[in-house]
């Protein structure tokens, strides 16, 4: 129960949907962690699909809690850890596809010429760098338990992202969940991807292709087990991510 309760949005509208029976209790559940984010000036509400599941018996009935969610007109909904098998049947009620594959990219500074860039994870130290909306990002999202954030400042830019660690056929990999800036993050890659390794001892990064302009000359298309997915009528996919998700927690 614990894993439910997200730090932000203090007036949640609820967590998600259940199926009930009388004599067998809880036989599904469909878990949503809600958000209001910053997107072009303008506040959104999100809600993001944590975790859906039917026990077998019961698994004809699968749609009724998805169906729930998606009567909430006023949000945008994402999905960041559905396999394909369940980003069929979103996609089949009228979700959309942000990224269908990743980036694989070796973690190490591939940089020809020396960059003078300064590496921080200390979040005390993060925090006196970045704006105000990337502290109350932080503020809202509090402890983490398993992602990290990693900014790279060159005394007058910076770049924050924030990556976590998964394991992948027996492979660890640094997984990116936020970049501050795309541009940045793409031309000082080589510094974020050697502080992963330094921090994880991760030796392989993989990247949604959203969150760089271009893809890197290094980096390798594979296929996403999980593809991210979204259905709003208002916010451009480009703009979305793994923020005030699952993957936060």
């Known amino acids: 129960m614990e894993w439910l309760r997200y730090p932000w949005l203090q007036d949640k509208p609820d967590y998600g949907?259940?199926?009930?029976?009388?004599?067998?209790?809880?036989?599904?559940?469909?878990?949503?962690?809600?958000?209001?984010q910053c997107i072009d000036g303008e506040t959104e509400r999100f809600c993001n699909l944590a975790h859906w599941c039917v026990v077998?018996?019961?698994?004809n009935e699968s749609?009724?809690?998805?169906?729930?969610?998606?009567?909430?007109?006023?949000?945008?909904l994402t999905g960041f850890s559905s396999i394909r098998r369940v980003v069929a049947v979103t996609k089949g009620l009228g979700?959309?596809?942000?990224?269908?594959?990743?980036?694989?990219?070796?973690?190490i500074n591939f940089a020809i010429f020396g960059q003078s860039l300064k590496v921080i994870s200390d979040i005390d130290e993060i925090i006196e760098i970045v704006d105000d909306r990337h502290r109350q990002i932080i503020h809202d999202h509090g402890p983490l338990?398993?992602?990290r954030y990693t900014l790279l400042t060159d005394g007058s830019d910076?770049?924050?992202?924030?990556?976590?660690?998964?394991?992948?056929?027996?492979?660890?990999?640094?997984?990116?969940?936020?970049?501050?800036?795309?541009?940045?993050?793409?031309r000082w890659l080589g510094g974020f991807l050697a502080a992963y390794r330094r921090a994880d001892g991760c030796w392989l990064t993989l990247c949604q292709p959203r969150y760089l302009p271009t893809r890197p000359i290094m980096a390798l298309k594979v296929s996403e087990p999980r593809p991210h997915v979204y259905k709003s009528k208002r916010v451009d996919p480009a703009k979305i991510t793994g923020l005030y998700s699952e993957l936060m927690r």
């Open 56 to 59: 077998q018996k019961y698994r």
């Open 63 to 76: 749609l009724r809690p998805m169906r729930a969610l998606m009567a909430r007109k006023d949000v945008t």
């Open 17 to 36: 949907f259940a199926l009930v029976r009388p004599e067998e209790g809880i036989v599904g559940v469909l878990i949503a962690f809600y958000s209001d």
């Open 95 to 107: 979700w959309d596809t942000i990224d269908d594959y990743a980036l694989m990219m070796p973690n």
């Open 145 to 147: 338990a398993s992602a």
């Open 158 to 186: 910076w770049c924050l992202s924030v990556h976590k660690v998964e394991m992948r056929k027996r492979v660890r990999f640094a997984v990116v969940i936020y970049a501050s800036d795309r541009h940045l993050f793409h």
